[in-house]
């Protein structure tokens, strides 16, 4: 909480910076606006003045974010779904943002995860195995349904060997 009040015209230029810095959500640019000591009107005033300057754009940030979750931290939509979801972004945009993951890319991430996790667990009873791989990939974020798979599939390639 800062100490000091900042003025609407001050705080639209920390706002700007803040923006330009990083892509933001609505909400992150709010409480940051609130928390300059800015009232409820000053700060849609300001919200509105950044978008249409183009600052903030929720759908940017949005795709964006899944990108970068997914790549950096190999995140499943699961996960990256719930983190928007926090961030108070609307359902439309996180549709439109989650397009932006290929099929192909994200089951390879899968299975490259999934066996990664099945061979580091070699030392372990095959069923604690299979249920530590499965907890690591629910964690990251990925679909039971497709964890089920990516499992049974790193299984047999380890058996093959």
Known sequence: MFSKRFTPQQALQKARHYCAYQERCHS???EKLYNFGLKKHEVDLLLSQLIEE???NEERFAVQF???KFRTKQWGRVKIKYELKQKQVSEYIIKKAMKEIDEE???ATLQQLATEKWNALKDEQHINRQVKTQNYLMQKGYEADLITHAVATARNLLNKK
């Open 105 to 107: 890319t994200y089951a």
């Open 54 to 56: 183009g600052y903030l």
């Open 66 to 68: 899944v990108g970068g």
């Open 28 to 30: 992150e640019v709010k």
